[in-house]
DNA sequence: ATGAAAGCGCTAACAG
DNA sequence: CTGTTAGCGCTTTCAT
């Protein structure tokens, strides 16, 4: 069932057939009627195979994830999938999990048109490996700098430091810092943010922690803290699970939220705002990121010159009900 | 970049080389290393557009998901892609958002060698265009029964059957349960479990109330019960998510579990399990669905005879801390 | 063990 | 506006 059968079926040649398939205008409208029934009584698709390599393109982007059993990557890849489709392109995901089989399969030149490497684990080697391929792709949330390559990141540091200065302006001044693993640059700048905000203030650290993003990291941590009776007014936490946890944990230990002490999250994790009180977060930019990161990447594949290297994008600060004025006692 | 570059640089034909590309056992030692060393310094990696167009194979199999904010779906796509991988086949995820676009991307021959099908949303639409185009594909947690297409569900009559015995086996009898969004199939057949288990106990549902699968749901459900002061000694509901909200609830209202009420869930929401109580829950056997869907697809593509149509895996009580003996008042 | 030739299904270049 | 010819990069007969 090829373009030869429906030539023949409709009377017409093969290069009229395609004509057809590709809508150029010089086809007499009768005659592209006829190819278009008798592709429908054929029940004839296009090879795609055949087209990628005529064409040397595949109309496939692919994109690297680590996880996505997380807000933000959702959001990331959803606002990536539709901007794709709109611009006629289709998006395969592959899961990093498995370093050799996947990524490597992804990685070739006439499987895909491009590659969007989100959150990538294995940055370095995968930039270089993308470049010695001369593969279009860009970079989303990465951890460093790379010369030559676009991407998109969040500036984290600005988030520590609004959450900070939104703790700051509610009067409190015994503010901690519990953050996620270091091996995270992310986790680093957030905490950057957070000194300088308490810099400016004239306040000094009250005390920094740091576990895995998850509930139960942050409730160990508080139960650790409340037993040593170590306890600030404000939290920021470098991640809304880690908030979460600290606020069951502060519950058990009879301590109220927002009421008694302050708790600001990390990154708007939807699951989390089911929860009472409903959490104070820092949301990052997700729609953003995935739009301009296919723009870059369209960018990139049409052949035109690349704009500055990284994009930064500014955080957003979401004010609800786990913080309040510090209280007066 | 292509074979013949490869045969002018090793001395060899074109032939040799794709043989050597396809390990054919009848090339001489030395050839293929002239061959090899050829490649290796042209950098070169052959063209899957090409490949795909002669063998009419591409070694891709396409799987279609709604949803990956949740750990079900992650459990079986992880296990799906580990599979895949050992047959040497290559994942690719689509996210069925905008049906329009992204299924049919995949639904062409071309594309993919077969395709898998997870918790599917149109299904009946779906299985329809797969039949008539002609590919193999298999059917996860699908809602319907299907004619010649091998699918893999779980049991969930036996899951809500098992998690309400254990419940009596405690002594309980006034016994509810909170169901998910009746459009889910899975949701009725918990249920029918539910009261079946009942029923044999010689004993009459509590009640029974559905919501969404979120933890604001089984917080308002609770809530509402509460309030109207009509609560039993213990609750099963459909989803881990609805009994979080719903043992959060009952917490704000002085009520504990599982000291007043036991509690049931349903998935092993990964996340979930970080709460306390440990949260008595069914889980469902990921790993063997996608290991089994994966079997039965490479059994389709490989025009073997197919099993029975459907495969039902019976799921798993996993009893933590959240059920306890009814109190004796 | 190796190679020449044909062809997978499609599109692009060039005629007419 | 339509068709003829060539070729994308690879594998597969079929000889040798």
């Known amino acids: 069932m090829n373009i030869h059968d429906v030539a023949k079926k409709s009377g017409l040649s093969v290069v009229t057939v395609s004509r057809v398939l590709n809508n150029s205008p010089s086809v007499r409208e009768g005659n592209r009627q006829k190819v278009l029934s008798a592709m429908e009584e054929l029940n004839y698709s296009p090879n795609s195979a055949a087209r990628s390599l005529v064409r040397g393109k595949t109309g496939v982007i692919g994109m690297s994830i680590t996880n996505f059993n997380d807000s933000f990557y959702d959001r990331v890849i959803r606002v990536v999938n539709r901007k794709l489709a709109e611009q006629g392109y289709f998006l395969a995901l592959s899961i990093a999990e498995n370093e050799e089989e996947g990524v ?27 470049k010695r391929r001369n593969i279009p792709f860009v970079l989303l949330d990465n951890q460093f700098r ?17 959450a900070t200065r939104h703790l700051i302006g509610l009067g409190h001044t015994k503010i901690a810092y519990i953050g996620g693993p270091s091996v995270f640059l992310s986790v680093a700048e ?3 943010g957070y000194l300088q905000a308490l810099d400016e203030a004239g306040l000094a650290p009250f005390g920094t922690d740091s576990c895995g993003f998850t509930v139960s990291g942050g409730y160990e941590v508080a139960k650790r803290w409340a037993r040593e009776d170590k306890l600030p007014t404000a939290f920021f936490c470098g991640d809304d699970f880690i908030a979460l946890g600290l606020v069951q944990a502060l519950r058990e230990e009879g301590i109220r939220v927002p009421h008694d002490i302050s708790v600001v999250g990390f990154d708007d994790q939807q699951f989390v705002g089911e929860f009472y009180p409903r959490l104070t977060t820092v949301r990052q930019p997700e729609a953003q990121m995935g739009s301009i990161g296919v723009e870059l990447l369209m960018k990139l594949i049409n052949g035109e010159v690349l704009p500055p290297a990284e994009t930064k994008l500014a955080p957003q600060l979401l004010v609800r009900e786990s913080t309040a004025s510090v209280r007066l006692t």
């Open 104 to 130: 490597n399969f992804l990685f070739q030149k006439d499987r895909v048109d491009g590659i969007i490497l989100l959150s990538p684990l294995e940055e370095k080697e995968y930039v270089e490996e993308l």
């Open 146 to 162: 790379h010369e030559d390559v676009p991407s998109v990141v969040v500036d984290n540091y600005l988030g520590g430091y609004e």
């Open 190 to 192: 957030r905490k950057r």
